[in-house]
């Protein structure tokens, strides 16, 4: 074949295309191996007639024959403003029913599954909403529906034998973790290591999501998405199953009957559960608008966090004020760094990486730099107060997690300065953001299996 002068460009595409069928189950592995092939020779054919790589690319695919309408789901689900161009077209035919049908079907059984694995503790004598039993949910919680999660994905994406495996021992290291140390209750390293579980085993819900291309910046940056997307629609039906709730109490209390005990013990908890299943097979099946719904969220909050942050350090500084360290404000500040750092991975994810900078951008960088700023002043907060009275559990996660995100800020807004100078492409920042992720992963694992033993369980 001819040698692309960009043939990252065009190996990332590739990987995209073949993803993006093997997730919709359109074809078989090694039908799936002889039609890339096919495409490219198509791809080769083109570029040697005087095509560039790119057209050559959305040409050989638009050829492909009976995958038409996949390739214009596929056009349609990345904002490239040339695949819409090209591809996509009055045709909005989906998947075939039968394979949708069945898809649901799965969902919805592992949906049952999820809503039974919060009950079956009972059987054991954990009660749920028992004080007694509070710490062994809190702890178990993840592990109740996430490898359910990701399972289903596993399934879609047609994992093989070995990842599975390898996605089974992670989770059942977790259920041993969560459950053979001796914590004292409510302590520092218990309530620490209830809080990062399930940052460290989402890792591998985004491995079993993007399949065997986690090296492909587009893969990855598809699961920021998705991450993005179920959080809203998971809220959307909490606040639904809110209002059912209450409407439910209302009605057979008018008629003398008091079922709160039904809410708490079953509607709650195992709808909760099965609203993972289903808000991520909403996600996939892109069955609303919440993918245009979502980008608009980012402008709104994007202004206001940074107004917020601004009058934070304009406040402090003029009044002198220092960061009080103490456990719940430390928590309070990883929080609303963290809610920066969703609010620029989702704007990543959302903008037209071929879009030119604009004043959106402009502002990004700002929110960036002010949550930079912020997140010098918590470490040195934090630095002071381990300097002065030693370290203890909270504060070395704390000091941990500021590290890791004054890292990913600082690089960031190095990355975001470059390109609105016109000296680096948005696509740096893409890259970086995706592959530091695991790193905010790998630490919480850390949390969760070293601080008990370092810090005695207190």
Not at 132 to 146: C, D, K, R, S
Not at 260 to 284: F, K
Request: proline share 3%; charged share 15%; aromatic share 12%.
């Amino acid at each position: 074949m001819t040698a692309f002068t960009d043939g990252d460009s065009l190996e990332e595409q590739i990987s995209e295309w073949r993803t993006y069928l093997r997730r919709h189950q359109a074809i078989h592995t090694p039908d799936l191996e002889e039609l890339e092939t096919h495409l490219r020779d198509q791809v080769a054919a083109l570029v040697e007639s005087g095509l560039a790589v790119d057209e050559a690319f959305l040409v050989a695919v638009k050829r492909m024959g009976n995958l038409d309408a996949l390739s214009r789901e596929f056009a349609r689900e990345h904002s490239e403003r040339l695949w819409k161009q090209l591809i996509v077209g009055a045709d909005t035919e989906g998947k075939p029913k039968d394979a949708s049908r069945v898809e649901l079907m799965v969902v919805l059984g592992l949906a049952v599954l999820a809503g039974i694995a919060i009950k079956i503790p009972e059987l054991f004598g954990h009660h749920l909403g028992d004080d007694a039993h509070a710490a062994f949910y809190a702890h178990n919680v993840p592990l109740f529906i996430l490898p359910l999660l990701t399972a289903y994905f596993a399934w879609k994406r047609q994992l093989g034998v070995t990842e599975c495996l390898g996605l089974l021992f992670a989770y059942g290291t977790a259920a041993v973790f969560a459950n053979v140390y001796p914590f004292v209750s409510e302590s520092h390293t218990e309530i620490l290591s209830v809080i990062h579980m399930p940052i460290a085993l989402w890792l591998a819900v985004g491995i079993a999501y993007v399949g065997d291309n986690w090296r492909s910046v587009g893969a990855r940056m598809n699961f920021v998405r998705f991450t993005g997307e179920l959080f809203i629609y998971f809220v959307l039906m909490a606040l639904g199953g809110g209002v059912l709730t209450g409407f439910t109490l209302m009605m057979f209390e008018a008629i003398g009957f008091n079922v709160e005990w039904l809410a708490q013990q079953w509607i709650l908890p195992c709808g909760a559960m099965g609203a993972v299943l289903v808000g991520a097979w909403l996600v996939e099946a892109k069955q609303s608008v919440i993918e245009n719904m979502a980008p608009v969220l980012t402008r709104l909050f994007t202004p206001l966090f940074t107004i917020v942050l601004l009058v934070f350090l304009i406040t402090m500084v003029w009044t002198g004020s220092g960061i009080d360290v103490a456990r719940e404000v430390l928590i309070g500040f990883d929080l609303a760094l963290v809610l920066v750092l969703a609010l620029l991975l989702y704007s990543v994810s959302a903008r037209d990486p071929q879009a030119p900078p604009g004043a959106f951008d402009a502002l990004q960088l700002v929110l960036v730099l002010s949550a930079l700023v912020v997140d010098g002043f918590a470490l040195a907060a934090i630095a002071a107060r381990i300097t002065e009275f030693g370290f203890t559990p909270n504060r070395v996660a704390a000091l941990g997690e500021n590290l890791l995100l004054l890292v990913n800020l600082a690089w960031s807004a190095w990355l975001y300065a470059q390109f609105l100078r016109g000296r680096g492409t948005f696509a740096s920042l893409e890259r970086w953001q995706t592959s530091y992720l695991p790193v905010f992963c790998v630490w919480a694992a850390l949390v969760v299996i070293l601080f008990p033993l370092l810090f005695g369980y207190k």
